[in-house]
C-alpha cells in the first residue's frame, strides 16, 4: 500500500478512514485531526494555558507532544496514586518526557501526602477505579485551579469516550450521556473547563503515533484495570469496528449532535447526590454538590477506619 | 438449583433474572411474560384476530402457541420463500404444528407464484435478506387485510429486538428508533398494526419452551443469513449479557420510556422514500410511501431484467 498522501510506502493502514500513511504524512494526519477536533468542538482559543492530565501512558504523553507542537501553552500535571508496580514507573515515564523536552511537569504525590489510592480505596463506596477516579478528579481540578490554567485537557481518545458511550447507553443513563462530550463547560466557581482534544483519534493511532515520534510510555495497563467493564465496551466496539470500519466515529459524531435530548437527572454530578446547586465544599472549598466533597468524605472515612463493602478492584 | 416458584429441580436457569424454573414452572414463567408484554404494551385486546407470521423456527411456532393456549384468536401465514434447503423443511414443521393442533394456516406459496426470493433477490437494490423483507412485508400485510384479521404477530424476540436496537443506535437511525417498538399501529388504511408479543423472552428461553413443550422446530437458520450483521449484533449483546446478566431486558425496555425522542426523518418508512404521506400503490393497492411500492417495483425489474449490482447475500 502507498501513502494516501505523498505516494511513499505507507507504513500506517486506516481502514476506518480508507487510508495509508507513511510515517511523516501519518504524523500531519494526527496533527490535524487534533486542529480538526479544536475546531469543531472549539476547544481551544488563543488565550488558553492548559494543564495537561499526564498518566505516562500513550495518550497523554501524546496530546501533550502535539499539544505543544501546535503552538499551544500547555504544562503537565502527574498524580502519583502509589500503586506498586505500576506508579513508580509510570511517573518516571512522565518525568523523562518533560525534562527531555524542557516542559514543566506537577507532580502530586499520593503517597508522600498519606493519600496513595491503595490505601483509599477499602473506604470507597464502590471500585478501586471509581475511588481513583474521585481522587483524581479532586487534584484535576485543584491544581488546574491553584495553577490559573485556564482548562484541563485529558488524553481520551475515540475508543474510550466510544466505549463509554456504548456503557452510558446500554443503561440510558441520560445525566452522563448529557455530559459526554468534548468540552465540559466550567459549570460552578472554582471548576475547571475540560476538554479531549484527542476525540478525534484511536487507541491504535496512538499507539502509531507514539511509536513514530519515538515517545517513550509505559505500556503496561495499571493492575487495577484489568477487567474493567469499561474494557469490556471497547473490546465490543473494537469487533464491530473491524466488521464495520469507521463504525466507532460515526456513533461518538452523530451522537454529539444529538446530545442534548439527554438531560441529566438524579444522581449525575461529581458527588453523584442529585440535581442539586453547585456549592463549595466546606472541607477542602473545591466545588461540591453537597456540603462535603466526595474527596474529603473519603478522607473522613479512611481517617475514621472503617472499610465498605465496595469491590476492591473488577479484577478481584 | 431449585425451582424458584415450586422447590423441585430446576432444569432451566434463566441468570437474566435470577431465578431457575422446573419444566412446568417454566412454561408458566414464559406465559406470564407474553401476558406482561401484551398488558405493558398493550398488543392484544378482547375483539383482536391475530395472523400470526409462521416460518417453521421456534420463535414464531412457540408464539402461536402460546397465544392459542392464553386464549386468543390466532391463525398462522406461512410465506414459502422457494430457498433451496430451507424451505422445504421449514413449510413442513409449519404445515405439522398446524395439522396436529387442528389450527388454521395460510400459505403464500412463492415459487408457485413465480416470484422465489432467490430468483427476485438479484433485482433489488441491498442485499438478499433486505430483498426477502420486502416481500415478505408485502405478502404478510396484504394476508392480514385480506383476511380480515385485526393484526399481524410475529416472533421477534429480545435477542433479535434488542441486536436491532443496537444497530440502529450505532448508526444514530432516528427514524427506524422512532419505530422501534414492540407494537406498531396501522399508520395508514389497509396498513396492518403489527404486534411483538416475545419480546420480553430471548432466544434461549424459546428455545427452550419449544423443546420442553415438543414443539418440533426447523432448527436451521436460512443459509442466506449467515453472517448477516444482525447476528453479529446479537453476538456482542450475548457477550455483554453475559458479564451483566440483564443487561439486554433493561437496555430495551429503558430504550421504550425514551423512544418519543427519536423523529423519523427522510429515508424511513416501507419504501425508504422520505417523510411523505401514505398512499395506495399504483399496482397492488397495497399502502406504499411511493406512487409503486417497493414490492411491485422489484417485479417490474425482475420483469425488466436487468439484475442490480447489489450483494446477493451477506454470507457471500
Given at each position: 500500500m502507498k501513502c494516501t498522501r505523498c505516494r511513499a510506502p505507507a507504513q500506517v493502514r486506516l481502514p476506518r478512514i480508507k487510508a495509508g500513511f507513511c510515517p511523516d504524512c501519518f504524523k500531519l494526519y494526527v496533527e490535524r485531526q487534533i486542529k480538526r477536533a479544536v475546531k469543531q468542538f472549539d476547544?481551544?482559543?488563543?488565550e488558553d494555558r492548559l494543564l495537561v492530565a499526564v498518566s505516562g501512558g500513550k495518550d497523554s504523553l501524546a496530546l501533550w507532544d502535539l499539544l505543544v507542537k501546535l503552538g499551544v501553552r500547555a504544562d503537565g500535571l502527574y498524580i502519583?496514586?502509589?500503586?506498586?508496580?505500576?506508579s513508580a514507573t509510570s511517573r518516571e515515564k512522565a518525568q523523562n518526557f518533560a525534562d527531555q523536552r524542557g516542559l514543566s511537569l506537577r507532580v502530586v504525590d499520593l503517597p508522600a501526602r498519606g493519600e496513595a489510592v491503595p490505601g483509599l480505596a477499602p473506604f470507597g463506596s464502590r471500585s478501586f477505579c471509581s475511588t481513583c477516579g474521585i481522587v483524581k478528579r479532586h487534584y484535576f481540578n485543584r491544581a488546574a485551579a491553584e495553577g490559573g490554567y485556564s482548562a484541563l485537557a485529558t488524553g481520551h481518545n475515540l475508543d474510550d469516550e466510544a466505549g463509554r458511550l456504548l456503557g452510558n447507553l446500554l443503561r440510558w443513563q441520560d445525566g452522563y450521556l448529557a455530559k459526554q462530550a468534548p468540552s465540559l463547560p466550567?459549570?460552578?466557581?472554582?471548576l475547571m473547563r475540560r476538554i479531549k482534544p484527542?476525540?478525534?483519534?484511536d487507541e491504535y493511532e496512538m499507539a502509531a503515533y507514539c511509536f513514530l515520534s519515538g515517545i517513550d510510555y509505559?505500556?503496561?495497563?495499571?493492575?487495577?484495570?484489568?477487567?474493567?467493564t469499561s474494557l469490556k465496551y471497547k473490546q465490543v466496539l473494537n469487533h464491530i469496528e473491524s466488521l464495520m470500519p469507521g463504525t466507532k466515529w460515526n456513533f461518538y459524531a452523530e451522537f454529539q449532535s444529538r446530545r442534548r435530548r439527554f438531560t441529566p437527572g438524579p444522581g449525575v454530578g461529581p458527588d453523584e447526590a442529585g440535581t442539586g446547586a453547585w456549592r463549595q465544599?466546606?472541607?477542602?472549598?473545591?466545588?461540591?454538590?453537597?456540603?462535603?466533597?466526595s474527596f474529603c468524605r473519603l478522607k473522613q472515612k479512611a481517617a475514621l477506619g472503617t472499610p465498605s463493602q465496595a469491590t476492591p478492584s473488577p479484577a478481584s
Amino acid at each position: 500500500m502507498k501513502c494516501t498522501r505523498c505516494r511513499a510506502p505507507a507504513q500506517v493502514r486506516l481502514p476506518r478512514i480508507k487510508a495509508g500513511f507513511c510515517p511523516d504524512c501519518f504524523k500531519l494526519y494526527v496533527e490535524r485531526q487534533i486542529k480538526r477536533a479544536v475546531k469543531q468542538f472549539d476547544l481551544i482559543g488563543p488565550e488558553d494555558r492548559l494543564l495537561v492530565a499526564v498518566s505516562g501512558g500513550k495518550d497523554s504523553l501524546a496530546l501533550w507532544d502535539l499539544l505543544v507542537k501546535l503552538g499551544v501553552r500547555a504544562d503537565g500535571l502527574y498524580i502519583d496514586l502509589g500503586i506498586t508496580g505500576y506508579s513508580a514507573t509510570s511517573r518516571e515515564k512522565a518525568q523523562n518526557f518533560a525534562d527531555q523536552r524542557g516542559l514543566s511537569l506537577r507532580v502530586v504525590d499520593l503517597p508522600a501526602r498519606g493519600e496513595a489510592v491503595p490505601g483509599l480505596a477499602p473506604f470507597g463506596s464502590r471500585s478501586f477505579c471509581s475511588t481513583c477516579g474521585i481522587v483524581k478528579r479532586h487534584y484535576f481540578n485543584r491544581a488546574a485551579a491553584e495553577g490559573g490554567y485556564s482548562a484541563l485537557a485529558t488524553g481520551h481518545n475515540l475508543d474510550d469516550e466510544a466505549g463509554r458511550l456504548l456503557g452510558n447507553l446500554l443503561r440510558w443513563q441520560d445525566g452522563y450521556l448529557a455530559k459526554q462530550a468534548p468540552s465540559l463547560p466550567a459549570e460552578a466557581p472554582g471548576l475547571m473547563r475540560r476538554i479531549k482534544p484527542l476525540i478525534r483519534l484511536d487507541e491504535y493511532e496512538m499507539a502509531a503515533y507514539c511509536f513514530l515520534s519515538g515517545i517513550d510510555y509505559i505500556i503496561e495497563e495499571c493492575p487495577h484495570a484489568r477487567g474493567a467493564t469499561s474494557l469490556k465496551y471497547k473490546q465490543v466496539l473494537n469487533h464491530i469496528e473491524s466488521l464495520m470500519p469507521g463504525t466507532k466515529w460515526n456513533f461518538y459524531a452523530e451522537f454529539q449532535s444529538r446530545r442534548r435530548r439527554f438531560t441529566p437527572g438524579p444522581g449525575v454530578g461529581p458527588d453523584e447526590a442529585g440535581t442539586g446547586a453547585w456549592r463549595q465544599c466546606s472541607s477542602c472549598g473545591q466545588p461540591s454538590w453537597l456540603e462535603v466533597c466526595s474527596f474529603c468524605r473519603l478522607k473522613q472515612k479512611a481517617a475514621l477506619g472503617t472499610p465498605s463493602q465496595a469491590t476492591p478492584s473488577p479484577a478481584s
